[in-house]
């Protein structure tokens, strides 16, 4: 009965979206095609485009308006990640040793050394990734997801556990780091997340800013706690 | 291109009906990583680089290891679907 | 063929979504449910990018010496999605936490049962 409800529910949504968008054209093709896009109007990404290298001597744009332009939604998402860590260790703090009455078995010597000797190579690639944000494609949350991924591999391979402790201190440090430089902002310019580093030239490493150190300190928060999370919910922790 | 770009989309939409079809629920989590993966190339195809690296090392790698974690300390198999 | 070459990323993203709310409203397994949801983040996150989408655009970085901003494709509704997928993939660990639990108080993960054994 459910099941046909919504089935039949899905085919009328359908329906009525096929025949509603049947000749409009929408999205910035639409905008291109039936009248162009104006200038510096209302069309925010035209005007990102035109400015963005010589406000922010970022070369990569996307970076520019994750950071700069719109650094206070970054600071938001920043803290709704940390909420959602906070409370899956908070949940899962009580039922975190009743599963350990099979002893796993260890893993062969190969993937033992294997994966010893990629752990610093992909920390190492996380790192570039993180630090070039501003240059190449990349960024904090990209870097940030490679290292918790390196994290992963140590789990999965060398049957480590992973240090709960200096990983929750690192994640909070970061995201201290990302506020307190909002604040020297402020405290130097009159505004929040003011882009106050000289900006240098463009496609050097040492550029745009404050949005390398920026991208830098978001990299180790989430890096650090997408590795937590992946510890928690695995139940292999050591303090 | 056109044709490739079909091609990428009718594949995330057969995986995503899989994933949904699926009784075995690891089939079901590596289904879903599949979707992640081809929209990670339709982005990059899309002139989205940084949502296209983005979407490939959380969507189609963490989310799956979360998942493989929370399905090994939980249940295996979907249960059948009685009459409701 | 124009029909086409307009309308199938719009189109694959819809059927995405319509999958993914199939999904979350007959199963009742709850990890079920929750693939629902991630397949329902991952469609409206490429309705995002392919609204942003331009025909005859380029990637939106400056690389080399010359790259004209005029013909760039439009990078807010990436810094948008970029934030949507981190935030998609917090949202999924605390649900799966939330399962967890479940699990171990009621010994079972099928919504129907654990409904019922509310009273």
């Given at each position: 009965?459910?099941?046909?409800?919504?089935?039949?529910?899905?085919?009328?949504?359908?329906?009525?979206?096929?025949?509603?968008?049947?000749?409009?054209?929408?999205?910035?093709?639409?905008?291109?095609?039936?009248?162009?896009?104006?200038?510096?109007?209302?069309?925010?990404?035209?005007?990102?485009?035109?400015?963005?290298?010589?406000?922010?001597?970022?070369?990569?744009?996307?970076?520019?308006?994750?950071?700069?332009?719109?650094?206070?939604?970054?600071?938001?998402?920043?803290?709704?990640?940390?909420?959602?860590?906070?409370?899956?260790?908070?949940?899962?703090?009580?039922?975190?040793?009743?599963?350990?009455?099979?002893?796993?078995?260890?893993?062969?010597?190969?993937?033992?050394?294997?994966?010893?000797?990629?752990?610093?190579?992909?920390?190492?690639?996380?790192?570039?990734?993180?630090?070039?944000?501003?240059?190449?494609?990349?960024?904090?949350?990209?870097?940030?997801?490679?290292?918790?991924?390196?994290?992963?591999?140590?789990?999965?391979?060398?049957?480590?556990?992973?240090?709960?402790?200096r990983l929750a201190a690192a994640e909070s440090l970061s995201?201290?780091?990302?506020?307190?430089?909002?604040?020297?902002?402020?405290?130097?310019?009159?505004?929040?997340?003011?882009?106050?580093?000289?900006?240098?030239?463009?496609?050097?490493?040492?550029?745009?800013?404050?949005?390398?150190?920026?991208?830098?300190?978001?990299?180790?928060?989430?890096?650090?706690?997408?590795?937590?999370?992946?510890?928690?919910?695995?139940?292999?922790?050591?303090? | 291109?056109?044709?490739?770009?079909?091609?990428?989309?009718?594949?995330?939409?057969?995986?995503?009906?899989?994933?949904?079809?699926?009784?075995?629920?690891?089939?079901?989590?590596?289904?879903?990583?599949?979707?992640?993966?081809?929209?990670?190339?339709?982005?990059?195809?899309?002139?989205?680089?940084?949502?296209?690296?983005?979407?490939?090392?959380?969507?189609?790698?963490?989310?799956?290891?979360?998942?493989?974690?929370?399905?090994?300390?939980?249940?295996?198999?979907?249960?059948?679907e009685e009459a409701d | 063929m124009s029909f086409l070459e307009d309308y199938v990323h719009y189109g694959g993203c819809?059927?995405?979504?319509?999958?993914?709310?199939?999904?979350?409203?007959?199963?009742?397994?709850?990890?079920?449910?929750?693939?629902?949801?991630?397949?329902?983040?991952?469609?409206?996150?490429?309705?995002?990018?392919?609204?942003?989408?331009?025909?005859?655009?380029?990637?939106?970085?400056?690389?080399?010496?010359?790259?004209?901003?005029?013909?760039?494709?439009?990078?807010?509704?990436?810094?948008?999605?970029?934030?949507?997928?981190?935030?998609?993939?917090?949202?999924?660990?605390?649900?799966?936490?939330?399962?967890?639990?479940?699990?171990?108080?009621?010994?079972?993960?099928?919504?129907?049962?654990?409904?019922?054994?509310?009273?």
């Open positions: 009965m459910r099941k046909l409800i919504s089935v039949t529910l899905l085919l009328v949504i359908v329906m009525i979206a096929v025949f509603s968008v049947s000749h409009a054209m929408f999205g910035a093709e639409g905008a291109r095609r039936t009248g162009g896009l104006r200038e510096d109007g209302v069309n925010f990404g035209r005007r990102y485009n035109n400015r963005a290298l010589d406000e922010t001597g970022a070369a990569n744009v996307v970076a520019a308006v994750v950071v700069s332009y719109r650094g206070f939604d970054t600071l938001g998402e920043v803290t709704v990640l940390f909420v959602a860590a906070l409370g899956l260790g908070a949940l899962l703090y009580g039922a975190r040793r009743e599963k350990n009455a099979k002893e796993r078995e260890p893993a062969s010597l190969i993937v033992f050394t294997g994966c010893r000797f990629l752990f610093p190579l992909v920390l190492l690639f996380g790192a570039y990734v993180l630090a070039h944000g501003h240059v190449t494609p990349g960024g904090g949350f990209q870097g940030g997801a490679i290292v918790a991924s390196g994290f992963v591999l140590v789990y999965l391979g060398c049957r480590g556990t992973l240090p709960a402790g995201g201290l780091a990302f506020v307190v430089i909002g604040f020297i902002g402020l405290a130097v310019g009159g505004s929040f997340l003011l882009n106050f580093l000289p900006r240098g030239t463009p496609l050097a490493l040492f550029s745009a800013g404050v949005i390398p150190v920026i991208y830098v300190a978001i990299g180790l928060k989430v890096g650090s706690e997408l590795g937590g999370i992946i510890g928690n919910l695995a139940g292999e922790v050591s303090e | 291109m056109i044709v490739f770009q079909l091609f990428l989309v009718l594949v995330m939409v057969v995986a995503a009906v899989a994933a949904a079809a699926f009784k075995d629920l690891m089939n079901a989590v590596i289904a879903c990583a599949l979707v992640s993966l081809m929209a990670s190339i339709i982005f990059y195809l899309l002139h989205a680089p940084d949502v296209a690296m983005a979407e490939a090392s959380i969507g189609a790698g963490l989310t799956t290891a979360i998942f493989i974690f929370a399905i090994n300390r939980t249940v295996r198999q979907e249960e059948n | 819809f059927a995405l979504i319509m999958v993914g709310l199939y999904v979350v409203l007959v199963k009742s397994n709850l990890i079920k449910v929750i693939i629902g949801i991630n397949l329902i983040d991952t469609g409206i996150n490429l309705f995002l990018i392919s609204a942003g989408y331009i025909r005859t655009g380029t990637a939106p970085i400056f690389s080399g010496a010359a790259q004209e901003p005029g013909k760039m494709v439009d990078p807010v509704p990436q810094a948008l999605v970029l934030t949507a997928i981190v935030i998609g993939v917090s949202v999924l660990a605390l649900a799966l936490s939330l399962a967890i639990r479940l699990h171990g108080h009621y010994d079972t993960l099928d919504l129907r049962k654990i409904k019922e054994l509310r009273w």
